[in-house]
Structure formats: C-alpha cells, structure tokens
C-alpha cells in the first residue's frame, strides 16, 4: 500500500494518476469495512475512513488543495487499520487460550468460552488456598485449559494431552507414578475433547473429587486431589 501510495503522490500533476489513487484507495477502504464486517465489527468508527476518502477526493480535484487531498486519502487508508491495532493493544480481556486480533464484542471469538476466566479464578484461589507443594502446579488436559494458570502463577502445569488435549503424552501409569513420586498432587480431568477412560477410571478409584466450581459452560472439568 505504502509503495502505491507513493508512485501515485509523485504524479498528482497527471489526471490519470488522480483517478488511480481514488480508485486504488477506494478499493482498499471498501475491503477494509468488509473484512471488518465479516468480523461482526459494525462500529460507527468505521465510516470515518469512507469519510476521509470522500474529502481526499474533494481536495484533489482542486490543484492548489491536491497535497492536502493526497493526504486525507494517506488518513483513510491507514486508519481502521490504526484503529483496530489500537483496540487489540489496549484489550482488556483478550483471548489467551487462542489470541486473536480485536474483535467487537458481540462478535463470537474462536476457543472456549470468554466466561472461562471466572472458573479459572476460582481454581486458582483454591490451588493458591491448598498448594500442592509439588513439581506440577496441577494436571490438565491441555495447554488451553492450563495457560491461563501458567501465566498466572509462573509454575509448570502438566498438559496431559498437549496442546489440544488429545494427545496421549501420559496415561494413568504415569500420573500414578508422579503422585507416588511426589511430584503431582491435583488433576484436572472430565468429559472434555480427547478424554480417555482410563485415566478417569485411574481418578476415581485413587483421587478425592474437589468441589471447586470451575465454570458454568463448556467442558465439565473436575478437579481431584490424588494425595498419596
């Protein structure tokens, strides 16, 4: 865009050159608002770039305004973009779990649930409350369950699926072995993606459920204390 812009603003003197930058600069503005849309962004903000085009044209069919006009035309086509950078700096509850560029808040975000931090706090009061004095902070079924307490204590967290949750990176076996070893204490495990029957089996027999109210959508997530 910046490489278009210039060619054309070296040759505001042409009329050919004049109608390229408004026709190039409008098609530019026109697919920024329909990806913005397609986003479920309908904010009122995103006409101000139409606008500035609209006066950029005004300003260039006149010879003496034709700076100030390639000017105005530079402002709209660089300013959803600014904005929309802005609003994904200055999120305040982003997606962790999936980062996403800013979107508007009726609009649906890809990966769990946005109400998941409520739950989220409330295990780690509990954990922070009960610490398991372990190597492994806790057990989880995968990196999008277990980010958020990572970021939030600092403390390694077990992904026993990976990052999905459905790989196999330890069975029940192993968590046995950890918990006999001492190096995990609480577990994180339920009716989610991936889950593997086994190691519920493994929980039930030889953890105690903890009624900790994680969250009230999504996966139905419990925690069991495996305490030798």
């Known amino acids: 865009m910046g490489g278009g812009f210039a060619w054309f603003a070296r040759r505001l003197e042409r009329p050919a050159a004049l109608v390229g930058l408004v026709l190039a600069a409008a098609g530019t503005v026109a697919f920024q608002v329909f990806a913005a849309h397609q986003e479920g962004v309908t904010a009122t ?3 101000v770039a139409p606008f500035l085009l609209l006066l ?9 305004s034709r700076r100030l006009g390639a000017a105005l035309v530079l402002a709209a086509l660089l300013f959803i973009p600014l904005v929309w950078s802005g609003l994904t700096v200055l999120d305040t509850s982003p997606e962790v779990n999936l980062p996403s560029a800013y979107t508007s808040q009726t609009a649906q975000r890809p990966g769990p649930p ?3 931090g409520a739950g989220t706090n409330a295990l780690l009061a509990y954990l922070q409350a009960h610490p398991p004095g372990t190597k492994y902070l806790i057990a989880v079924p995968g990196a999008q369950v277990g980010a958020p307490l990572v970021l939030a204590t600092g403390q390694p967290v077990l992904y026993m699926g990976g990052f999905s949750g459905g790989d196999p990176v330890v069975d029940a076996g192993d968590l046995a072995a950890l918990v006999q070893s001492g190096e995990l204490r609480y577990v994180l495990y339920g009716a989610e993606r991936g889950a593997r029957p086994e190691i519920q089996s493994w929980l039930d027999t030889a953890c105690t459920p903890v009624p900790v109210n994680r969250n009230t959508r ?6 069991y204390d495996c305490r030798p």
């Not at 950029?56 to 003496?64: E, F, I, K």
């Open 114 to 116: 946005r109400n998941e």
């Open 45 to 47: 903000w995103l006409w």
């Open 218 to 223: 999504g996966p139905a997530l419990q925690l």
């Open 56 to 64: 950029g044209t005004l300003a260039l069919a006149r010879a003496r």
